[in-house]
């Protein structure tokens, strides 16, 4: 029974960081304010989750780009980054961003160091690349599409991500979807407080 447990708990060790590098991309589950979920979509193949979210904020398109590119301050997004920097970058067309991860799922915490690469296109979609030798994920994409509706915002979020830990198939998946799903909306509920508060500071000082 004993040796049982012991190999649960190992187990358990290794399935555990994964959920907590799904939780920490993305951005406790609460409803959106004065937001509108228009679409959510979330799957997994492979090993390889994807999401693609299309919201409306009730935020202006300036503050909500403002707040994503905050990478100094990213941890406001999501309370489970304890740091982050912008590192020097290979060349001027990117940025290259740094985040510390510190994240519990019921008694199991890791820390985990994540390094993406992140451009502006042409276009204005922000572009986000992990580098896998200096993170702890396999690969990483994510794209952030934000477009003006008056003083509203309707953002479109797009993850890809194959983490570098063994996820169980069936009962790990639905943990991890479930996990994933919550944070992203809270990220988001965040990310349209802050921004209403810039915009509240731009009304005063009119």
Known sequence: MFFRQCHALRSASKIIPAFIVLASYCLPFTQLSAAELVHLALDQNQGVYQLRLEIILDASPENVHKVVTDYVHIYRINPSIIDSEVLDAPDDSVIRVRTVINDCIMI???????????????????????????????????IWQIHPMGKRTRLIYILSLEPDFFVPPLIGTLVVKQKLKKEVLSSLDNIERIAQVHDSNIETSE
Do not use: A, M, Q, W
């Not at 993406?116 to 994409?141: A, F, H, T």
């Open 108 to 142: 199991f915490c890791k820390e985990l160091h994540r390094v993406e690469e992140v451009r502006e296109l042409e276009s204005g979609d922000i572009y986000s690349l992990v580098v896998p030798e200096l993170s702890n994920v396999k690969s990483g994409l994510t």
